[in-house]
């Protein structure tokens, strides 16, 4: 696979994450499912903005640095998440979720689990191409 064809890889799994975190996000706010401050500073920056950023800096010189903020950004996101929704009592715990917004909840937390565990995987991959890449040239 090429370095392209690896950043265009990398920022799809941006936009996906995101689109599933917003969608997710809507089924927090229907279900009046609330984090502690930690949980909302945690899931801006870690889990909203470190990917974003990481898929900017896919296409930019330092797109090494983009690799390992995503994989950084999705192990920080998959461990948060896997935490809060499937293994911990609370109000963030996929059974604790009813009515309505339960299967939004619950699909959304399954979808996001799979989306950062690839994506744990496809960033670290991409970060050890490029770096091979690059010992290449």
């Known amino acids: 696979m090429s370095n392209r064809s690896l950043k265009w890889a990398g920022l799809a799994l941006v936009l996906t994450h995101l689109i599933i975190s917003t969608i997710h996000g809507l089924?927090?706010?229907?279900?009046?499912?609330?984090?502690s401050r930690f949980g909302y500073v945690y899931v801006a920056i870690v889990i909203t903005l470190a990917p974003i950023v990481a898929g900017v800096l896919l296409f930019s010189r330092t797109q090494k640095v983009g690799a390992l903020l995503l994989t950084l950004s999705m192990l920080g996101s998959f461990a948060f998440g896997f935490w809060y929704h499937f293994l911990t009592p609370g109000t963030d715990n996929v059974a604790e979720v009813h009515g309505p917004w339960h299967s939004p909840f619950l699909w959304t937390a399954i979808a996001l689990?799979?989306?950062?565990?690839a994506g744990l995987f496809i960033g670290l991959w991409m970060y050890r191409r490029i770096r091979r890449v690059r010992q290449i040239q």
């Open 113 to 117: 689990a799979i989306v950062e565990f």
């Open 27 to 35: 089924a927090h706010q229907g279900g009046m499912v609330k984090l």
